[in-house]
Protein backbone atom coordinates (compact mmCIF):
# COMPACT_ATOMS: atom_id res chain seq x y z
CA UNK A 1 0.00 0.00 0.00
CA UNK A 2 1.80 3.21 -1.01
CA UNK A 3 1.41 6.11 1.61
CA UNK A 4 3.04 9.03 3.19
CA UNK A 5 3.76 8.67 7.11
CA UNK A 6 4.62 12.05 9.02
CA UNK A 7 6.46 12.33 12.47
CA UNK A 8 8.36 14.49 14.68
CA UNK A 9 5.46 16.22 15.88
CA UNK A 10 5.06 17.21 19.37
CA UNK A 11 4.30 19.90 22.62
CA UNK A 12 6.30 22.77 22.13
CA UNK A 13 6.81 26.16 23.99
CA UNK A 14 6.27 29.86 21.87
CA UNK A 15 9.33 30.38 20.49
CA UNK A 16 10.52 26.81 19.87
CA UNK A 17 11.31 24.81 17.05
CA UNK A 18 10.32 21.50 15.69
CA UNK A 19 11.56 19.47 12.44
CA UNK A 20 8.59 17.20 10.97
CA UNK A 21 9.51 14.18 8.72
CA UNK A 22 7.86 13.12 5.95
CA UNK A 23 8.67 9.28 4.00
CA UNK A 24 6.85 7.51 1.49
CA UNK A 25 5.90 3.57 1.95
CA UNK A 26 6.24 1.44 -0.96
CA UNK A 27 7.46 4.19 -3.24
CA UNK A 28 10.18 6.89 -3.89
CA UNK A 29 10.28 10.20 -3.43
CA UNK A 30 12.44 10.88 -6.00
CA UNK A 31 9.67 12.11 -8.93
CA UNK A 32 7.33 13.57 -6.90
CA UNK A 33 6.97 17.20 -5.35
CA UNK A 34 6.61 17.23 -1.89
CA UNK A 35 4.03 19.46 0.20
CA UNK A 36 3.50 20.38 3.81
CA UNK A 37 0.05 21.39 4.64
CA UNK A 38 -1.57 22.07 8.26
CA UNK A 39 -4.88 22.05 9.62
CA UNK A 40 -5.96 23.83 12.62
CA UNK A 41 -8.55 22.64 15.22
CA UNK A 42 -11.77 23.57 13.90
CA UNK A 43 -10.56 25.06 10.70
CA UNK A 44 -9.96 24.23 7.30
CA UNK A 45 -7.02 22.60 5.40
CA UNK A 46 -4.66 25.87 4.70
CA UNK A 47 -3.09 25.99 1.46
CA UNK A 48 0.48 24.69 1.41
CA UNK A 49 2.63 25.76 3.77
CA UNK A 50 5.98 24.92 2.05
CA UNK A 51 7.11 22.91 -1.28
CA UNK A 52 9.92 21.45 -2.21
CA UNK A 53 10.02 19.67 -6.49
CA UNK A 54 12.10 17.32 -7.91
CA UNK A 55 14.66 19.47 -9.06
CA UNK A 56 15.47 20.72 -5.63
CA UNK A 57 13.42 23.98 -5.90
CA UNK A 58 12.16 24.61 -2.08
CA UNK A 59 9.42 27.44 -1.62
CA UNK A 60 7.25 28.32 1.10
CA UNK A 61 4.34 30.42 1.61
CA UNK A 62 4.62 34.51 2.64
CA UNK A 63 2.51 33.50 6.09
CA UNK A 64 5.38 31.07 7.13
CA UNK A 65 8.42 32.30 5.32
CA UNK A 66 10.72 33.32 7.30
CA UNK A 67 9.93 30.27 10.17
CA UNK A 68 9.31 27.87 8.51
CA UNK A 69 11.94 25.59 5.58
CA UNK A 70 11.49 22.49 4.14
CA UNK A 71 14.49 20.15 2.72
CA UNK A 72 14.64 17.00 1.15
CA UNK A 73 17.31 14.50 1.54
CA UNK A 74 16.61 12.31 -1.70
CA UNK A 75 19.47 9.14 0.08
CA UNK A 76 17.31 8.87 3.06
CA UNK A 77 14.18 9.45 0.72
CA UNK A 78 12.34 12.08 3.38
CA UNK A 79 11.37 15.31 3.26
CA UNK A 80 11.61 18.03 6.41
CA UNK A 81 9.83 20.52 7.12
CA UNK A 82 11.59 22.97 9.77
CA UNK A 83 9.56 24.83 12.15
CA UNK A 84 11.34 27.67 14.15
CA UNK A 85 9.68 30.48 16.29
CA UNK A 86 6.83 28.72 16.77
CA UNK A 87 3.68 30.45 18.01
CA UNK A 88 0.17 29.09 19.40
CA UNK A 89 -1.49 30.39 16.30
CA UNK A 90 0.87 26.90 14.73
CA UNK A 91 -1.12 24.81 16.52
CA UNK A 92 -2.36 22.24 14.25
CA UNK A 93 -2.19 18.67 12.18
CA UNK A 94 0.28 18.80 10.48
CA UNK A 95 0.60 16.15 7.10
CA UNK A 96 2.53 16.12 4.09
CA UNK A 97 1.82 15.18 0.37
CA UNK A 98 3.33 13.92 -2.84
CA UNK A 99 2.34 14.84 -6.11
CA UNK A 100 3.41 15.43 -9.66
CA UNK A 101 4.12 18.90 -11.18
CA UNK A 102 1.66 19.82 -14.06
CA UNK A 103 1.77 22.08 -17.01
CA UNK A 104 1.90 25.25 -16.93
CA UNK A 105 4.45 24.72 -13.21
CA UNK A 106 2.44 28.15 -12.04
CA UNK A 107 -1.30 29.28 -11.59
CA UNK A 108 -1.88 32.20 -10.34
CA UNK A 109 1.51 32.80 -8.64
CA UNK A 110 1.37 29.36 -7.01
CA UNK A 111 3.12 25.83 -7.94
CA UNK A 112 0.68 23.55 -9.72
CA UNK A 113 0.73 20.08 -8.40
CA UNK A 114 -1.80 17.21 -8.31
CA UNK A 115 -1.07 15.54 -5.20
CA UNK A 116 -1.68 11.46 -5.21
CA UNK A 117 -0.65 10.67 -1.94
CA UNK A 118 -1.71 12.09 1.64
CA UNK A 119 0.02 10.97 4.92
CA UNK A 120 -2.10 11.16 8.30
CA UNK A 121 -0.91 13.78 10.04
CA UNK A 122 1.64 14.37 13.08
CA UNK A 123 0.92 16.79 15.58
CA UNK A 124 2.05 20.44 16.66
CA UNK A 125 1.15 21.57 19.98
CA UNK A 126 2.42 25.41 20.81
CA UNK A 127 2.33 26.53 24.39
CA UNK A 128 1.91 30.34 25.04
Known amino acids: QLRLVESGGGLVNSGGSLRLSCAPS????????VGWFRRAPGKEREGVLC????????NCADSVKGRFTISRDNAKNTVYLHLSNLRPEDTANYYC?????????????????????WGQGTQVTVFS
Open 51 to 58: TATTNGST
Open 97 to 117: AAGILLEPAFVLGKLNVRYDY
Open 26 to 33: GFTFQYYT
